[in-house]
C-alpha cells in the first residue's frame, strides 16, 4: 500500500506561480513512476506531468516550458513547480504513484488560476 498526500494548491493570478507537493509513505521501496494529472470542469483527465524512477521526465504539450517535475527520493516526495499560469490551468491536480501495474492516487488538491 502507497498513500500520497498532495497539498500545495489555491488561487493564483495568471501569470503566476505555485509548487504542488506530493509526499509518499507506506510501501515507497515499491514506486516506481510519479507523476501529476490533472482533471478541468466538465474535462477528462488528463497528464500534466510524469517523472521515473532515474528522473527522466515528460510532460503535457500544454505545459511544456512552464512547469518542473522534480523528485526528492531522500523524502519520497514528488514537486509540481508551475509557472507562467493561465486560466486554463485550472483544475484538481492528482498526484499517482505506480507500483508494478497498479497506480494510487492522492486526493486532489485543487489550483484555481483567476485575476
Known amino acids: 500500500q502507497v498513500h500520497l498526500v498532495e497539498s500545495g494548491g489555491g488561487l493564483v493570478q495568471p501569470g503566476g506561480s505555485l509548487r504542488l507537493s506530493c509526499a509518499a509513505s507506506?510501501?515507497?521501496?515499491?514506486?516506481?513512476?510519479m507523476g501529476w494529472y490533472r482533471q478541468a470542469p466538465g474535462k477528462q483527465r488528463e497528464l500534466a506531468a510524469h517523472?521515473?524512477?532515474?528522473?527522466?521526465?515528460r510532460y503535457a504539450d500544454s505545459v511544456k516550458g512552464r512547469f518542473t517535475i522534480s523528485r526528492d527520493h531522500a523524502k519520497n516526495t514528488v514537486y509540481l513547480q508551475m509557472n507562467s499560469l493561465k486560466p486554463e490551468d485550472t483544475a484538481v491536480y492528482y498526484c499517482?504513484?505506480?507500483?508494478?501495474?497498479?497506480?494510487?492516487w492522492g486526493q486532489g488538491t485543487q489550483v484555481t488560476v483567476s485575476s
Open positions: 499517482y504513484a505506480r507500483v508494478l501495474d497498479y497506480d494510487y
Open positions: 517523472i521515473t524512477l532515474d528522473l527522466s521526465t
Open positions: 507506506g510501501s515507497i521501496f515499491s514506486i516506481n513512476n
